[in-house]
């Protein structure tokens, strides 16, 4: 009988010291932080300000070449994009992030983008990276946005939690969103907040948004109000029934 009880005692402590394991493997893994995050975050400060100065005074330029009719085009590096986040960010807009989300950083390359931060949240402590494709639909104006993957460290998320929270921040921030999916994939729809009657008139068109390594290029052109060669739109005499959004053409991966 002693013999059986040792047996059992043994195979207790083996599966306790494989889950004690296994807890210890997961939560290192959870406060695993990216490699391009690390480096981000280890940036010099004068080196992050001047690179975020560098973005806005581009942002200002892209914004005044808009104003004119013609042709436009704007290139944003990873560096002032993260310049900007880690500077000017928390000076000029302290309350745009939620509570527990923190210091925000990007990474580009041809194919995808990821987006890391810090999250402190009930007790919990890790660094949350979204990664994914981000592309114009054929929608004027109108940005896909879709979400391959969510990780707490190494740790894959369910990103489905996410989704009501994003789209109701999105909307508070004046960029209204919804979600669809492609082959399972949440892709995220975000009409470009163009106004016209912030332009005066003319009409803002971008014809490209695309990911360089490293780099971010957005280009378009401005029409004037007498250049619209669309023609008037005359009533329909009968209702007509409005059809089903297309789906987003998101390359796969």
Do not use: C
């Not at 195979?11 to 695993?32: G, M, P, W």
């Amino acid at each position: 009988m002693r013999k059986y009880a040792r047996l059992a005692v043994a195979i207790v402590l083996a599966l306790a010291a494989t889950a004690a394991i296994a807890l210890f493997s997961v939560y290192r893994a959870a406060r695993s932080v990216p490699e391009f995050y690390q480096r981000a975050l280890s940036a010099k400060p004068e080196e992050q300000k001047e690179a975020g100065q560098k973005f806005e005074q581009q942002a200002l330029e892209l914004h005044n070449q808009a104003r004119r009719a013609g042709r436009w085009e704007a290139r944003f590096t990873e560096d002032q994009i993260n310049g900007w986040l880690a500077a000017e960010l928390p000076v000029k807009f302290p309350k745009l992030l939620p509570g527990g989300i923190a210091d925000p950083r990007v990474a580009i390359d041809k194919s995808a983008v990821q987006l890391a931060l810090r999250y402190d949240k009930g007790g919990t402590q890790t660094v949350v990276t979204l990664s994914g494709q981000v592309q114009l639909t054929a929608e004027p104006n109108e940005l896909a946005v879709r979400i391959d993957a969510v990780r707490a460290g190494l740790v894959p998320l369910p990103f489905a939690r996410f989704r009501d929270e994003i789209a109701e921040r999105a909307a508070k921030a004046g960029y209204p969103l919804h979600w669809t999916e492609v082959d399972g994939t949440p892709v995220a729809l975000l009409r470009l907040p163009l106004d016209e009657r912030q332009f005066k008139g003319r009409r803002l068109i971008v014809e490209e948004l695309a990911l360089n390594s490293g780099e971010l290029v957005v280009a378009g052109r401005t029409e004037m109000p007498s250049e619209k060669t669309e023609p008037p739109v005359e009533a329909s005499v009968e209702p007509v029934q409005a059809a089903a959004p297309p789906k987003p053409d998101i390359e796969q991966r």
